[in-house]
T-cell receptor, first 109, second 116 residues
């Protein structure tokens, strides 16, 4: 089955800096890669996703890149704000769906 | 549009007791999922329903966990008897897609279980 590794587990940045979270996956059949943001006491919420026929996707301050050959994908958040502080999860979906272990992002004002 | 509703939000039980969680997905969503999220980890799929049929329950500990979605709408997840390691947040999610297509999952706020 699929195995998803996510790094780093914690990330602290100053407001306005960029944050990058990286994930690798093992199943070459995976073709859909969503990123979820989870705030304290709430369920995960989709923030951006990318499919295997695309290398990069951007939505305002958030972008995701995908390298299918190397089996890794990354989340990029630019101009971070305190409200970006949360736990971020990557996931890879193909024959099955697996989430990464999460990255706790803290944006210091 | 109403989101995914889950209850109860919190539950504390002793080990070997039983507990049930309820989920009402977004109206019209064909696919419903139950995930277990242990503190500090990502969600782990327990069971996936498409309408009222089970698509994937390979990671459901069937000796103690059961789930049903009888009318293809709301669902219940039951644990009997509970173990200490079952302490986790149980997340329900739904998706409008079916037939093997993948898309956004809409999560509820979760039910936090503490087993003492």
């Amino acid at each position: 089955g699929e195995n998803v590794e996510q790094h780093p587990s914690t990330l602290s940045v100053q407001e306005g800096d960029s944050a990058v979270i990286k994930c690798t996956y093992s199943d070459s059949a995976s073709n859909y890669f969503p990123w979820y943001k989870q705030e304290l006491g709430k369920g995960p919420q989709l923030i951006i996703d990318i499919r295997s026929n695309v290398g990069e996707k951007k939505d305002q301050r958030i972008a995701v890149t995908l390298n299918k050959t190397a089996k890794h994908f990354s989340l990029h958040i630019t101009e971070t704000q305190p409200e970006d502080s949360a736990v971020y999860f990557c996931a890879a979906i193909g024959n099955d769906m697996r989430f990464g272990a999460g990255t706790r992002l803290t944006v210091k004002p | 549009e109403a989101g995914v509703a889950q209850s109860p939000r919190y539950k504390i039980i002793e080990k070997r007791q039983s507990v049930a969680f309820w989920c009402n997905p977004i109206s019209g969503h064909a696919t419903l999922y139950w995930y277990q999220q242990i503190l500090g980890q990502g969600p782990k799929l327990l069971i996936q329903f498409q309408n009222n049929g089970v698509v994937d329950d390979s990671q459901l500990p069937k000796d103690r966990f059961s789930a049903e979605r009888l009318k293809g709408v709301d669902s219940t997840l039951k644990i009997q008897p509970a173990k200490l390691e079952d302490s986790a947040v149980y997340l329900c999610a739904s998706s409008p897609l079916s037939g093997g297509n993948t898309g956004e999952l809409f999560f509820g706020e979760g039910s936090r279980l503490t087993v003492l």
